[in-house]
């Protein structure tokens, strides 16, 4: 098992996008915050199936929005879901 790298409370940034093509709040929704959570350098995720939104707390030193999107785009068969309006904060 790879261990986790520890996060930086002071390079935490949060990104928020749009995700489209989710069909269902448990199978889409919470597949899709379950890998990002695991993602290296993610100390939290949430995807709101109602909003087809999300949004990401993250170590700016471990990783970066455009990751996070590929993360998203890459769930299932890389052509369900679609991320737009990507925000960082």
Not at 30 to 36: A, G, M, V
Not at 62 to 85: F, H, R, W
Request: aromatic content about 4%.
């Amino acid at each position: 098992a790879t261990e986790k790298i520890a996060i930086n409370p002071k390079n935490l940034q949060t990104a928020s996008f749009t995700i489209e093509g989710m069909t269902c709040s448990i199978g889409c929704a919470k597949t899709i915050e379950k890998k990002l959570s695991e993602t290296q350098g993610v100390q939290k995720a949430i995807v709101d199936f109602d909003k087809k939104e999300a949004i990401v707390s993250f170590d700016s030193a471990l990783q970066n929005p455009e990751t996070l999107q590929k993360v998203v785009e890459a769930t299932a068969d890389g052509k369900t879901y679609k991320v737009s309006n990507l925000k960082k904060a």
